[in-house]
């Protein structure tokens, strides 16, 4: 059986206590080391890098935030895996640190299961990347193919005005209107504005 050597670097006292907890009970997993913020894990990781797999952290910190904390991880040149572990939903981050040599982001939201999950495949496949379920939805929500102008007009028909009220509203005529949701129809894929609708809040892409 691998024995998986974890470090988990959280300013939150109670996530690293539950994370900790967590992973006791999971047999093939060591939490080698835990911080409380950027510096002190880089201190503690220099110290014991040869005892470690897989370094999971927190973005938001003092000190410096995982983006500044994964730069100085990298200067270190060590054969460690790395690992987000956050709240934050900025996929422009996300894809930023992923360039800069992060291996895997997690949302603090997924099951425990997941998170852990993850942390085993990323150390069994050092050549592989992984992003957490809700990670891939997140990104999804905002790569909408719907301009602002659409998702307002989308949203209204949603909420049940017709094209009329609509261009009273946007102060456009019936035909701009109605040019709009022809354009929205085939970014969608969509037959009528039911089925716009539909797959629009299907993606979170409107709320109404």
Known sequence: MNNYRLMFVDDHPLIIEGMVNIAKEVPDIQVIATARNGLDALKKISLIADQLDLVIF???????DGKQFLYQLNQLNLNLRKMLLTTIEEPTIFESMLQDGLDGIVLKMAPVTEILQTAKFLIDNPQSSVIGT?????????QTPLTTQDSRILTLIAQGYHVKEIAKKLSYSERTIKYHLTEIYQKLGAANRAQAVAIAVSHNWINF
């Open 58 to 64: 927190d973005y938001s910190m003092p000190l410096m």
């Open 134 to 142: 809700e990670v891939k939805q997140l990104t999804a929500r905002k």
